[in-house]
């Protein structure tokens, strides 16, 4: 599901914030009900980055239910502000 009005905003953030603040880093969420929003992983180490998220959406399966995303194996995450690697959906547990 694609929600064009999302894209480039931040996953918990309002609707009206411009983007993620000067100098953050983010992944950008592929698929699934939040497709097309960024995550902010700024300050995140590397092995949470590779454990990947279950993030709250009522845009899933189940209402109030997760979204599981992933990154992609041997996709490197490049480090520094803006948007340094992709998550993938996964699924809904």
């Given at each position: 599901?694609v929600l064009g009005g999302?894209?480039?905003?931040?996953?918990?953030?309002?609707?009206?914030?411009?983007?993620?603040?000067?100098?953050?880093?983010?992944?950008?969420?592929?698929?699934g009900p939040?497709d097309?929003?960024?995550?902010?992983i700024?300050?995140?180490r590397?092995?949470e980055?590779?454990?990947?998220?279950?993030l709250?959406?009522?845009l899933?399966?189940?209402p109030?239910?997760?979204?599981?995303?992933?990154p992609?194996?041997?996709e490197?995450c490049?480090?520094?502000?803006?948007?340094a690697?992709r998550?993938y959906y996964t699924?809904?547990?």
């Amino acid at each position: 599901m694609v929600l064009g009005g999302l894209r480039g905003q931040v996953y918990g953030h309002d609707h009206d914030d411009p983007g993620p603040g000067p100098g953050r880093t983010c992944a950008e969420l592929v698929g699934g009900p939040l497709d097309g929003l960024l995550l902010d992983i700024h300050g995140w180490r590397a092995e949470e980055v590779d454990d990947g998220v279950a993030l709250i959406t009522e845009l899933g399966r189940w209402p109030g239910g997760r979204a599981l995303y992933d990154p992609h194996p041997g996709e490197a995450c490049k480090t520094g502000p803006g948007v340094a690697c992709r998550f993938y959906y996964t699924g809904d547990p």
